[in-house]
């Protein structure tokens, strides 16, 4: 077990593994939704507070994929800075990458197209919000079940092991006690 740890721990110190750890990361079942959620919702925010202040897309872009700790995020987020630099709209170089869901290339393709990029942006931040404390909110319903399952298991074991020796200290008495 311990072995297995620190060869995954070297794994992913390496440009290759942490590239695949981050983007298996946000695949991860129950954890890994929770976790794109948190990355959109803060992108969609960062992103309303930059363009509704005046920054330029194109600098926003490049903030944000210095400041993002996921390096499979950070990678695509670069791809698209190259994209939107080369002329390409926000919303297409997004869909080439991949790594964002329809809905926002959706929301952003509208908002590209409507001139209000920054509402766009706000409206998906709260989307995220909202779709975030949801997932959060069942993740934590069921903790204490999956806690309670555990505990029974480990009672269960527990009992098992002790009825099982004290019917074999039973058997031994009466089997090799007796007088000759």
């Given at each position: 077990m311990v072995t297995i740890v620190l060869v995954f721990r070297a794994t992913i110190r390496t440009p290759g593994g942490r590239m695949w750890w981050d983007a298996y990361k946000m695949k991860l079942p129950a954890f890994g939704p929770v976790i794109a959620g948190r990355f959109y919702?803060?992108?969609c925010q960062?992103?309303?507070n930059l363009v509704n202040n005046g920054v330029p897309l194109l600098n926003s872009l490049k903030l944000i994929a210095r400041g993002t700790t996921n390096v499979y995020i950070q990678k695509n987020l670069e791809t698209a800075v190259v994209d939107v630099g080369q002329g390409v709209s926000l919303a297409r170089a997004m869909d080439k990458t991949g790594a964002?869901?329809?809905a926002l290339v959706d929301r952003v393709a509208i908002g590209e197209?409507?001139?209000e990029l920054g509402k766009a942006f706000s409206k998906a931040a709260l989307k995220y919000d909202e779709d975030l404390d949801v997932r959060i909110n069942r993740l934590t319903s069921i903790v204490p079940m999956v806690i309670l399952i555990l505990i029974?298991?480990?009672v269960g074991v527990i009992a098992y092991a002790m009825m099982t020796s004290i019917f074999g200290?039973?058997?031994?008495?009466?089997?090799?006690g007796?007088?000759?």
């Open positions: 919702a803060q992108f960062t992103m309303a964002f869901p329809a197209q409507t001139g029974a298991i480990v200290s039973m058997s031994g008495i009466r089997g090799g007796a007088p000759r």
